[in-house]
């Protein structure tokens, strides 16, 4: 294998900015082909190194082969190319983990319906590359999880295995940065954190992710870009909980939110804006400052400003229903058979992913409230509400709704005809809301 057979000793300084040179060639498999591992496939793809896309998924896999996936229009233009290219195929055979020189490994690694890290999907997967590994492979594990899950998932069972790190195999952690649908940071252009187990593990790390990054970030070991990774989200989540709670402080002084943050957002220091909106959704905010928690919790360390933040913004969904039910009352319209649409059930705009949604928490209280919900997102065919199927709603403009509620635009929505509704809530505070019930 190639990487232990190339690699120097000596690490490049830490936080060093030196583009590495490029990845020796050899085939790179790529375990997990969601959001984060089929962009990391193909960018790899891009670089000249053959790739092995590998998913335990049949449905996942069958998406892929028909170009059915979420991703930007460049992005479905490399999976075009790969497609047809005999040096990239996908497979859900593990088995053709051991043929490859280097392997990626990005799972999801979600909570449960309390909250709670779930480690099921991270742990499987790290035990099916560590059942097939072989001496001279770089491992690399990109998936967000808590501090330590590098060594105990990978290093200490691979030791297990008579395959010790720096001489038998390479190990690094390299947190993703990938943000869906935002095709100003794609990780190309973006810079890449990589921890190794040993100077070794990352200098062959740097070199393998070098090209599909913006540049490299080297720090001392896996556990500072566990953290690093940990702390970049849970700043997102602690702020956002903030612009939350600074919106409703602002309505309830009778001015605009939005007029507020961009005025503080010309402070060329010492600010950063976040907006409102009807809570967080996605595959890292609602969910990695819980890895963080859950370790601390374990470590009997307190972390009062990240519970209160992340309670806070599970709390907002329920918050946005019952301001919802207000703005009816406000009218006298009986909140049985009333007729709400949800504009965007995506977490975000111009992706079609629905994970932690709070659009999906919104109207499930609506419904159970008694109210008629439908929803109208062009990139969202159908979701699942307590075991029911719901579909899109086409031409919106053409029914009568009670109340519309304005969760997520996408770019291709047109929402001229929201100027004739008679009740209007938007949720990220753009738009003047029909009544004074704050959004």
């Given at each position: 294998?190639?990487?232990?057979?190339?690699?120097?000793?000596?690490?490049?300084?830490?936080?060093?900015?030196?583009?590495?040179?490029?990845?020796?060639?050899?085939?790179?498999?790529?375990?997990g082909?969601?959001?984060?591992?089929l962009?990391?496939?193909?960018?790899?793809?891009?670089?000249?190194?053959d790739?092995?896309?590998?998913?335990?998924?049949?449905q996942?896999l069958?998406?892929?082969?028909?170009?059915?996936?979420?991703?930007?229009?460049?992005?479905?233009?490399?999976?075009?190319?790969?497609?047809?290219?005999?040096?990239c195929?996908?497979?859900?055979?593990?088995s053709?983990?051991?043929?490859?020189?280097a392997?990626?490994v990005?799972?999801?690694?979600?909570?449960?319906?309390?909250?709670?890290?779930d480690?099921?999907?991270?742990?499987?997967?790290?035990?099916?590359?560590?059942?097939?590994?072989?001496?001279?492979?770089?491992?690399?594990?990109?998936?967000?999880?808590?501090?330590g899950?590098?060594?105990?998932?990978?290093?200490?069972?691979?030791?297990a295995?008579g395959l010790?790190?720096?001489?038998?195999?390479?190990?690094?952690?390299?947190?993703?940065?990938?943000?869906?649908?935002?095709?100003?940071?794609?990780?190309?252009?973006?810079?890449?954190l990589?921890?190794?187990?040993?100077?070794?593990?990352?200098?062959?790390?740097?070199?393998?992710?070098?090209?599909?990054?913006?540049r490299?970030?080297?720090?001392?070991?896996?556990?500072t870009?566990?953290?690093?990774?940990?702390?970049?989200?849970?700043?997102?989540?602690?702020?956002?909980?903030?612009?939350?709670?600074?919106?409703?402080?602002?309505?309830?002084?009778?001015?605009?939110?939005?007029r507020v943050?961009?005025?503080?957002?010309?402070?060329?220091?010492?600010f950063?804006?976040?907006?409102?909106?009807?809570?967080?959704?996605?595959?890292?905010?609602?969910?990695?400052?819980?890895?963080?928690?859950?370790?601390?919790?374990?470590?009997?360390?307190?972390?009062?400003?990240?519970?209160?933040?992340?309670?806070?913004?599970?709390?907002?969904?329920a918050?946005?229903?019952?301001?919802?039910?207000?703005?009816?009352?406000?009218?006298?319209v009986?909140?049985?058979?009333?007729?709400?649409?949800?504009?965007?059930?995506?977490?975000?705009?111009?992706v079609?992913?629905?994970?932690?949604?709070?659009?999906?928490?919104i109207?499930?209280?609506?419904?159970?409230?008694?109210?008629?919900?439908?929803?109208?997102?062009?990139?969202?065919?159908?979701?699942?509400?307590g075991?029911?199927?719901?579909?899109?709603?086409?031409?919106?403009?053409?029914?009568?709704?009670?109340l519309?509620?304005?969760?997520t635009?996408?770019?291709?929505?047109?929402?001229?005809?929201?100027?004739?509704?008679?009740?209007?809530?938007?949720?990220?505070?753009?738009?003047?809301s029909?009544?004074?019930?704050?959004?």
């Amino acid at each position: 294998m190639t990487f232990l057979a190339h690699q120097g000793d000596l690490p490049r300084p830490q936080g060093s900015s030196e583009r590495p040179p490029s990845p020796v060639p050899g085939t790179v498999a790529v375990v997990g082909l969601g959001y984060v591992g089929l962009p990391t496939a193909l960018a790899l793809f891009g670089a000249g190194a053959d790739v092995v896309g590998v998913d335990t998924s049949p449905q996942r896999l069958d998406a892929v082969a028909r170009g059915a996936v979420d991703l930007l229009p460049v992005h479905h233009a490399q999976l075009a190319c790969a497609l047809e290219s005999d040096s990239c195929r996908f497979t859900s055979d593990l088995s053709a983990i051991g043929t490859a020189d280097a392997v990626i490994v990005c799972v999801p690694t979600p909570v449960d319906a309390h909250r709670r890290p779930d480690l099921g999907p991270l742990s499987g997967a790290c035990a099916a590359v560590v059942s097939h590994a072989v001496p001279g492979q770089l491992l690399v594990l990109t998936s967000t999880s808590h501090v330590g899950t590098t060594r105990e998932l990978l290093v200490e069972p691979l030791a297990a295995r008579g395959l010790h790190v720096e001489d038998d195999v390479l190990v690094a952690f390299s947190p993703e940065r990938i943000d869906p649908g935002n095709e100003h940071c794609t990780p190309e252009h973006t810079p890449r954190l990589v921890g190794g187990a040993g100077a070794r593990s990352t200098r062959a790390a740097a070199q393998l992710l070098a090209p599909t990054a913006s540049r490299i970030h080297v720090v001392d070991r896996p556990e500072t870009a566990e953290m690093a990774k940990l702390w970049e989200n849970t700043y997102r989540a602690v702020n956002i909980a903030l612009a939350n709670e600074l919106a409703d402080a602002s309505l309830a002084l009778g001015l605009e939110p939005q007029r507020v943050i961009e005025a503080a957002a010309t402070k060329p220091y010492g600010f950063m804006p976040f907006y409102p909106g009807p809570g967080v959704g996605g595959h890292c905010i609602p969910c990695d400052p819980h890895y963080l928690l859950s370790q601390l919790r374990a470590a009997r360390q307190e972390a009062p400003l990240v519970t209160a933040a992340m309670a806070a913004n599970a709390e907002r969904p329920a918050l946005t229903s019952e301001r919802a039910l207000a703005l009816l009352a406000q009218d006298a319209v009986p909140v049985p058979g009333a007729r709400i649409l949800v504009v965007g059930v995506a977490y975000k705009e111009g992706v079609a992913d629905v994970r932690e949604s709070p659009a999906l928490e919104i109207m499930s209280r609506l419904r159970d409230a008694g109210a008629t919900v439908a929803y109208n997102d062009p990139l969202v065919p159908s979701v699942v509400l307590g075991g029911q199927e719901l579909r899109h709603t086409d031409a919106p403009h053409e029914r009568s709704w009670d109340l519309v509620i304005l969760h997520t635009t996408h770019p291709v929505h047109d929402l001229s005809w929201l100027e004739d509704v008679p009740r209007l809530l938007d949720t990220r505070q753009r738009r003047p809301s029909r009544r004074a019930v704050p959004a």
